[in-house]
Nanobody, 126 residues
Framework: VQLQACGGGLVQAGGSLRLSCVVYGRTFSNYAMAWFRQAPGKEREFVAALSWSSGSRYYADSVKGRFTISRDNAKNTAYLQMNSLKPEDTAVYYC????????????????????WGQGTQVTVSS
């Protein structure tokens, strides 16, 4: 399985970006999807998750109301729509997939997730 993330870039504070994560090699609909990010000098942190089957969404407090995770099974793609971006959102963003991940805790142990993408840089200028 390969995950390919794209859509990052440089944007001014208050702007928007949409990240995409294309999944190759498996039945995409069988996977729960999540986004994480890592800023320079900081640990990787959870951003958003979309559970398998139920479609339940979970967000970090820092992005609630600004970011939206979604998926298009026909395109084998997960998305992260990011609005009202802030300089503190600057980071490398990674997508991850977990086979049939469900409930509210499947994404908490990120080192146990099945697959990861390569990351895409998001830079928000003030």
């Amino acid at each position: 399985v390969q995950l390919q993330a794209c859509g990052g870039g440089l944007v001014q504070a208050g702007g928007s970006l949409r990240l995409s994560c294309v999944v190759y090699g498996r039945t995409f609909s069988n996977y729960a999807m999540a986004w994480f990010r890592q800023a320079p000098g900081k640990e990787r942190e959870f951003v958003a998750a979309l559970s398998w089957s139920s479609g339940s969404r979970y967000y970090a407090d820092s992005v609630k109301g600004r970011f939206t995770i979604s998926r298009d099974n026909a395109k084998n793609t997960a998305y992260l729509q990011m609005n009202s971006l802030k300089p503190e959102d600057t980071a490398v963003y990674y997508c991850a997939a977990q086979f049939r991940g469900f409930g509210s805790t499947w994404f908490e142990k990120d080192d146990e997730l099945d697959y990861w993408g390569q990351g895409t840089q998001v830079t928000v200028s003030s």
